[in-house]
């Protein structure tokens, strides 16, 4: 009896407007953190500032509705769901510029998303608040408890099937625009639904108008010169926004508008970031480089360090890359040879614990200044990374921070973290700046005590292909950091380790000499210089 009520179940209009707004508030939900990531990070602040904005506008729309739910109509729901999609388009045109404009704004780097969130998807999460409450008050259901359960169940549902269908279709699928065009013409469809059989011509015009405003704002977004360069392809992932630039001679890959990597078109052998030429410092470290046989790199990026290993020694080069499309990408733009590399796509520290492989070499370069997966920085990490070495091996860390002062913390915490598992570690930085910059953090899987004398010598002696002469210059001395945090999987605080960066000066120096570098406060082309 119950499958053939399923079977036979018509939602009435009320119900139908219910489901909808939940689809689309939670959806747009999801689809926020792609649009105010690539400005801000995807860090907890910004995920949690999101969650805490949608909450607070769904809130004040179940209040103001439940205050007038008595006098509710179909047509008002009708009226709501077409002001929420004109505002759909507004957020589809002109989220850029909103960003770039809130981003400059005086406030506490942790919180420096919100005012973002609050204009872009404060007022149409608000108007969907008001539909429950209508829903409510329209219902045949007979008592407050009942047709109140009933339309929360609908909205619920419909916040399951617009979180699953943006996460795992839409936003693998289609555009950020072409995602918000989708939910602006289901609400605009859902308020003409709401007016029939017989809808009035007012309404039937506003649908039309909400429709050329949607596919408008899609079509003809504000245009502005890149300062970045041609912009020549460009993607959404399911897992970030991926950008490939050419400026001159040099691309450049962006994620979520942070430059990752890069490559010379004009001379492809040149190290444009100089910390990649930091990675070959475990050359100095291991007994012997021509015995390093096996190396692996968690994070690829553009796969420039990884086919530069390929190229430069006899081993074979193994490549954890979470983002398949990044690969893609790379293989596409960057040159990337798969026959030079074996590219894994999964979590790194999944890959690590389901082989039993053993490295020579290990580089970790999938740190990001704002975003730095922690499960990838504890001492349970570094124990499974350990189990992965040879005898001899050696992981290399591409940490994001200060040497020194409060922008230091995280890198203080990582050396910690990494020298309660390793016998020996170094690091090295990467500028004679004090700025936040790609501080190098090398250790070893057995007794070791090299002073920088030793590494000079072995750097003149051995025939590497790269110069890592100032490198040894940069060694720096172990960190008075007795009170840094250890990281642990139970106690990440990677989040609040990076507080202090926030807004800090970011120096990128690069082979020519020239330095990249992000005043405080950052705008939007600041933080678009901002590389891992």
Same mark, same amino acid.
């Given at each position: 009896? %119950? ?27 999801? =689809? ?25 506008? =769904? ?56 005012? /973002? ?9 608000? =108007? ?9 008050? #329209? ?37 950020? !625009?072409?995602?918000? =065009? +989708?939910?602006?013409? %289901? ?21 039309? #108008? ?13 245009? /502005? ?8 392809? $460009? ?79 006899? %081993? ?99 050396? $910690? ?6 016998? /020996? ?28 004398? !030793?590494?000079?010598?072995? $750097? ?6 790269? !110069? ?7 060694? +720096? ?56």
């Amino acid at each position: 009896m %119950a499958v053939e009520q399923v079977a036979s179940y018509r939602p009435s209009k009320p119900e139908l407007a219910v489901f909808v707004s939940g689809v689309t508030s939670m959806g747009l939900e999801i =689809l926020a953190v792609r649009i105010v990531a690539p400005q801000f990070g995807s860090h907890i602040y910004t995920v949690g500032g999101i969650l805490t904005v949608f909450l607070i506008a =769904l809130s004040l729309g179940y209040w103001q509705g439940g205050k007038l739910a008595s006098t509710a109509t179909t047509r008002q729901m009708s009226w709501i769901m077409l002001g929420t999609a004109v505002y759909v388009a507004v957020v589809v045109y002109a989220s850029d510029l909103l960003l770039a404009y809130t981003s400059t704004l005086a406030l506490p780097p942790r919180y420096a998303s919100v005012p /973002a969130v609050v204009l872009l998807f404060g007022p149409p999460t608000y =108007l969907l608040g008001f539909i429950s409450p209508y829903a409510a008050e #329209l219902s045949a259901k007979v008592g407050t408890g009942e047709a109140s359960g009933h339309v929360y169940a609908l909205g619920t549902i419909g916040s399951i099937v617009g979180s699953a269908a943006t996460t795992f279709v839409l936003i693998p699928t289609l555009t950020v !625009d072409q995602i918000g =065009l +989708l939910f602006g013409l %289901a609400l605009v469809g859902t308020a003409l639904v709401l007016g029939l059989p017989s809808p009035s011509r007012r309404s039937i015009v506003a649908s039309g #108008l909400a429709t050329v405003v949607l596919v408008a704002a899609v079509g003809g977004g504000p245009v /502005a010169l890149d300062y970045r360069g041609d912009v020549v392809y $460009e993607t959404g992932t399911p897992h970030q926004q991926l950008e490939i630039v050419d400026d001159g001679d040099v691309r450049t890959m962006y994620l979520d508008g942070a430059r990752h990597s890069a490559t010379d078109l004009s001379e492809s052998e040149r190290h444009v970031f100089t910390y990649t030429r930091y990675f070959h410092l475990p050359m100095l470290l291991v007994d012997d480089p021509d015995e390093v046989d096996d190396v692996l790199f968690v994070g690829g990026g553009g796969y420039t360090g990884p086919q530069d290993f390929a190229q430069q020694y006899d %081993a074979t080069v193994d490549v954890v890359e979470i983002d398949p499309e990044v690969t893609d990408a790379a293989e596409t733009y960057f040159g990337l040879d798969r026959g030079a590399v074996t590219v894994h796509t999964e979590d790194g520290r999944q890959f690590l614990q389901g082989t039993d492989e053993r490295y020579d070499v290990v580089v970790l370069d999938a740190y990001k200044k704002d975003q730095v997966p922690f499960h990838l920085t504890t001492v349970e990490f570094m124990e499974l990374l350990s189990d992965r070495l040879t005898e001899d091996g050696v992981v290399h860390a591409n940490v994001i921070a200060a040497p020194s002062g409060s922008a230091a913390e995280f890198y203080h915490a990582q050396y $910690e973290t990494m020298d309660a598992v390793f016998p /020996a570690v170094y690091s090295f930085r990467t500028s004679d700046q004090n700025a936040v910059q790609n501080v190098q953090i090398v250790a070893t899987a057995d007794e070791t005590d090299f002073s920088q004398t !030793d590494l000079a010598e072995r $750097e003149a002696a051995r025939d590497i292909g790269v !110069d890592l002469e100032d490198a040894v210059e940069n060694r +720096l001395e172990e960190p008075e950091a007795d009170d840094a945090a250890l990281l642990t999987d139970d106690r990440g605080e990677v989040d609040s380790l990076l507080d202090p960066m926030f807004g800090q000066r970011y120096v990128i120096e690069e082979s020519n000499g020239s330095t990249t570098a992000n005043p405080a406060p950052e705008t939007e082309s600041q933080r678009a210089l901002s590389d891992s």
